[in-house]
C-alpha cells in the first residue's frame, strides 16, 4: 500500500500533497445536497450574491474532507485503522468555485498503542491552502495507524 506504517511516521516531517484539486460549482452543490444541507450560502445564487460575499462560498465541511482525501495517498492508504477525532479545525478564508486547493499535513506526535502491540496513534495538522496561497482550512486530526509487520 502507498500508506505509511507507524514506524515510519517522524515527528515534525512536512508533507506537500502532489494532489491538487480546483473546486467547481458542481462539487459544492452536490456534497450540500447529499449533506441535506440547505444553507443558503451555498445553494442559491440570488441569496449568496447579497451576502456579504457576492457569490456561493463552499461548504466547508466538503472542504475538510477535501484537505484530508488530498493527505490520504502519501500518508494512510490502505495502512489506517480509522480516524479517531479532529481538534482545532478552523477555516480562516472561505473557498468559492473555482479556487484549486493544495494541502500540506505536519507530524505532530507519533505513539504506540497502549493496549495493542500492532498499531498506534498518529496526530496531523492538515493545512489546505487557495491558489493565493490563503490558509482555508486547518485541523489537527488523530488517526489509529498499522504498526509494520514483524
Not at 449533506?35 to 465541511?61: C, M, Y
Request: net charge neutral; aromatic share 8%.
Amino acid at each position: 500500500m502507498a500508506g505509511l506504517y507507524l514506524d515510519e511516521f517522524v515527528v515534525g516531517k512536512v508533507y506537500s500533497h502532489a494532489l491538487r484539486k480546483t473546486v467547481t460549482e458542481s462539487d459544492n452543490m452536490l456534497f450540500s445536497v447529499m449533506t441535506l444541507n440547505p444553507q443558503p450560502l451555498h445553494i442559491d445564487f440570488d441569496f449568496a450574491a447579497r451576502s456579504e460575499w457576492g457569490k456561493p462560498l463552499v461548504n466547508s465541511l466538503f472542504t475538510l474532507g477535501l484537505m484530508i482525501g488530498i493527505s490520504v495517498h502519501d500518508l494512510t492508504l490502505g495502512t489506517t485503522i480509522g480516524n479517531l477525532g479532529m481538534k482545532e479545525t478552523v477555516f480562516p478564508h472561505p473557498v468559492f468555485h473555482g479556487d484549486t486547493i493544495r494541502v500540506e499535513t505536519t507530524v505532530i506526535s507519533v505513539r504506540e498503542s497502549k493496549s495493542k502491540p500492532d498499531r498506534g496513534i498518529v496526530e496531523f495538522e492538515h493545512r489546505a491552502y487557495n491558489q493565493n496561497d490563503d490558509l482555508v482550512a486547518k485541523c489537527t486530526r488523530q488517526a489509529m495507524m498499522m504498526k509494520k509487520a514483524a
